[in-house]
């Protein structure tokens, strides 16, 4: 039987995170305070480190460099050899698209496209070499039965096998060293940390010390009971609690928390939970000790241990790189677009008043990281307020004539495409970055909102959820500022590039209703 305790537990592995989010929102959240790290912690986080690419990028990557090698190459036999006494592109092209198509998926199939392939394991050339010697007797046979074999060079066709396999090897050696220096430089694995340092952490340490090709970085363990003994665990050094981790996750790059504690500890994972879901990390429940078993389609893997999947990082792999994409694109075609408002902007600001015509200002950005932003000066030089510690109000008198009308309708945000396209901490569209000393009701945004963090788990925007429905402008109550933490949060947890379309294109008729802008 299944005891009362361990029920909601099972809901929420079997719904996954969005069950959990549920449980979460039931109490209050936990903000954890800043803290004084460890001085293994603080070495940890003062390590360089190198940005990190996705292994599931890299992948994709890889086939489509390859893709279009295996038609350079048969392209580059036609030009040699065929097209000097024939010019018939039109009947080989077709030809090399349909084998270099044929080899992607074979390629697949073999499972050559991994990281760990990448690495230099010698079986990926003989799988790639029976592969693509496969894809080739399709080819001969498919000639043979369409009567096509007179159509092609047979000098052409085996040139292209040879050429082909080789340039393949060749390229797979470049990757294998260009692969085997990110993976030294941490690149390619996951930085993972465990939560627990009794015999089930151990146990999780252990077992992915002994696996190969995981991708995992152990960097450290955090854990609530300070009556474990010793500084480490299974070798691995103690780095604090799970407030620590809050902390540790802020400064230096943490993908990956693995909970070691039995899903019958609903309690305490939940209440580990309201302190870490403001990361943006990957959170799992080790689940190769619990001697209750779920359905396997209940489970994901890391190499051979089974977890939980609690929480994902809200955009990541390939959403990286089309929301990175799409704000390069978007908003280089935005600036070029409005660069007279731009230029006129400027030349308004600047017979306004005295002073420099771009105001610049710290905000929270992707992680809590302080980034500055751009935008128009509405204020009187001496007396700008650069880090908000009043908010803007109804007939400030700290805001030009000119300032009012670019406030009003948001024209002095403008210069954040420049943050957009030329910096790139920002984006076009997602939780608007606010001041760091911001207040509302004279309570700063972080203690008047509880799991006020959570919004910067992905990359703040010119533009978001909460500015379509209403919430742009003032936020001096309570209230406000919950309600634009909540569009915020909806935001994150619904992200995808149909949304933010859907928000760019309603934002202009968001910007009339001007009521709260000053």
Not at 214 to 236: K, P
Not at 364 to 374: A, T
Not at 438 to 443: I, L, N, P, R
Request: net charge positive.
């Amino acid at each position: 039987m299944i005891d009362s305790e361990s029920r909601p537990a099972l809901n929420a592995a079997g719904a996954g995170a969005a069950a959990v989010l549920d449980r979460l929102r039931e109490g209050p959240r936990t903000e954890a305070a800043p803290r004084t790290l460890s001085p293994k912690a603080r070495a940890i986080i003062d390590k360089p480190m190198a940005a990190p690419i996705s292994p599931i990028v890299l992948a994709g990557a890889v086939r489509v460099i390859e893709f279009i090698l295996m038609v350079a190459v048969g392209l580059a036999i036609f030009a040699a050899y065929v097209s000097p006494v024939s010019a018939h592109l039109w009947l080989y092209l077709p030809a090399v698209l349909a084998i270099a198509t044929l080899a992607t998926l074979a390629f697949q199939i073999a499972d050559i496209y991994q990281v760990h392939a990448f690495r230099g394991h010698e079986k990926q050339y003989m799988r790639m070499a029976s592969a693509w010697s496969v894809v080739f007797l399709i080819a001969i046979g498919g000639s043979f039965f369409l009567k096509a074999g007179d159509l092609y060079s047979r000098v052409w066709l085996g040139t292209y096998y040879v050429g082909g396999l080789l340039a393949l090897i060749v390229s797979r050696k470049v990757l294998y060293y260009i692969v085997r220096r990110w993976t030294r430089e941490g690149r390619l694995t996951r930085r993972t940390v465990i939560v627990g340092a009794g015999e089930a952490g151990e146990r999780i340490i252990e077992e992915l010390r002994r696996q190969k090709d995981t991708g995992i970085e152990l960097i450290g363990v955090f854990d609530d009971r300070g009556d474990r003994g010793g500084d480490e665990c299974a070798g691995l050094p103690k780095l604090g609690t799970v407030d620590d981790l809050v902390e540790f996750g802020r400064n230096t790059r943490v993908d990956l928390v693995i909970f070691s504690l039995p899903i019958t500890a609903e309690n305490r994972i939940l209440h580990m939970l309201r302190k870490l879901w403001v990361l943006p990390l990957d959170i799992r429940l080790a689940a190769h000790t619990n001697k209750l078993q779920f359905r396997p389609r209940s489970y994901s893997y890391i190499g051979k241990i089974p977890v939980i999947d609690v929480f994902d990082r809200p955009i990541a792999d390939w959403d990286v790189v089309m929301k990175w994409l799409f704000d390069k694109i978007i908003g280089t075609l935005a600036l070029i677009a409005l660069s007279p408002v731009l230029i006129a902007t400027a030349i308004a600001i600047k017979l306004d008043s005295k002073g420099p015509v771009i105001f610049r200002q710290k905000r929270y950005g992707f992680n809590n990281d302080l980034i500055e932003v751009y935008k128009f000066r509405s204020m009187y030089t001496d007396m700008s307020d650069a880090t908000a510690a009043k908010l803007v109000t109804k007939d400030d008198p700290r805001v030009t004539r000119v300032g009012r009308f670019i406030r009003k309708t948001s024209i002095d945000e403008l210069p954040q495409l420049f943050n957009v396209v030329f910096k790139g901490n920002l984006s076009l569209v997602g939780p608007r970055p606010h001041a760091v000393n911001a207040k509302a009701e004279a309570k700063l945004y972080a203690d008047a909102v509880d799991g006020y963090f959570a919004r910067h788990r992905v990359k703040p925007g010119i533009t978001g959820w909460a500015q379509i429905n209403g919430w742009r402008g003032e936020t001096d109550t309570h209230e406000k500022i919950q309600a634009r933490v909540e569009h915020d949060l909806y935001y994150i947890e619904n992200w995808s590039l149909l949304l933010d379309l859907s928000i760019l294109v309603r934002t202009p008729i968001s910007l009339l209703k001007t009521e709260n802008a000053y």
